[in-house]
């Protein structure tokens, strides 16, 4: 039996560089994409504290995600993975965290945004972080 991969995705061209990886590495594996919906992307403007917005928003974040799941199930179509798809609404680290920890995956493979110096200080690294709370293995593809 192949194993199960968690990989999220985000539209970055290093989370379609992790998937390739998965691709290439786990070819009978079964590749979870996740999405994560960041509430706090909605932004904080007097648009956003109208219900309807936020609905509005979410639904226009979901169809966006199932966009990309079908460019990067694309990828897949000469291979042997199966795939599948989940959407997660919260902080990224948070939610790619509890889903390893609340599902049978047997890794992560996610991309990294290679930043440094001070910007990397300023915004965190979700795959730093991904990979020091992970209760499953991590490999980050740059």
Do not use: C
Request: no cysteine.
């Amino acid at each position: 039996m192949g194993k199960r991969i968690l990989t999220p995705v985000d539209g970055s061209e290093q989370a379609h560089r992790a998937f390739e990886f998965v691709a290439e590495e786990f070819g009978d594996a079964t590749v979870v994409l996740l999405h994560v919906v960041n509430p706090a992307e909605a932004g904080y403007s007097a648009q956003a504290t109208i219900p309807a917005f936020s609905e509005e928003w979410y639904e226009n974040e979901k169809a966006a995600a199932e966009e990309l799941f079908d460019e990067i199930k694309g990828l897949a179509a000469d291979t042997d993975l199966s795939v599948e798809r989940e959407i997660e609404v919260g902080k990224p680290i948070r939610a790619i965290v509890e889903y390893a920890e609340d599902s049978d995956v047997d890794q992560i493979v996610m991309g990294s945004h290679g930043r440094s110096g001070v910007t990397r200080i300023l915004l965190g690294s979700v795959a730093e972080a991904v990979v020091r709370r992970s209760p499953v293995p991590v490999t980050v593809v740059r």
